[in-house]
């Protein structure tokens, strides 16, 4: 498994931002695809976005134009800048890993948005 460690999350405010970390234990250029994906109670898990190891990067739908993913290779760090933020981004953010063969996950970082 890639160890994931996910930090950043908090409380803030409809129309705020925050900005979430996630360093690998590998270097990311290895990772075929590095995903950030979120989980609302008694919701589906929804992917947010995904970075291929080339530096490609897809959004899901409701996050478009709102936040956006980048990564810092020699930090091992995948980033998640989200920006006016509503109360329905209220979720556990997770990082993933994909296309090694398994999946992994790192344990979550709650994120609040308050009205």
């Known amino acids: 498994q890639v160890q994931l460690v996910e930090s950043g999350g908090g409380l803030v405010q409809a129309g705020g931002s925050l900005r979430l970390s996630c360093v690998a234990s590998?270097?990311?250029?290895?990772?075929?695809?590095m995903g950030w994906y979120r989980q609302a109670p008694g919701k589906q898990r929804e992917m947010v976005a995904g970075?291929?190891?080339?530096?490609?990067?897809d959004y899901g739908d409701s996050v478009k134009g709102r936040f956006t993913a980048s990564r810092d290779i020699p930090k091992r760090t995948v980033y998640l800048q989200m920006n006016s933020l509503k109360p329905e981004d209220t979720a556990v953010y997770y990082c993933?890993?994909?296309?090694?063969?398994?999946?992994?996950w790192g344990q979550g970082t709650q994120v609040t948005v308050s009205s």
């Open positions: 970075i291929t190891s080339g530096g490609r990067i």
């Open positions: 590998l270097s990311i250029s290895s990772i075929p695809v």
């Open positions: 993933n890993t994909r296309g090694l063969g398994f999946d992994s």
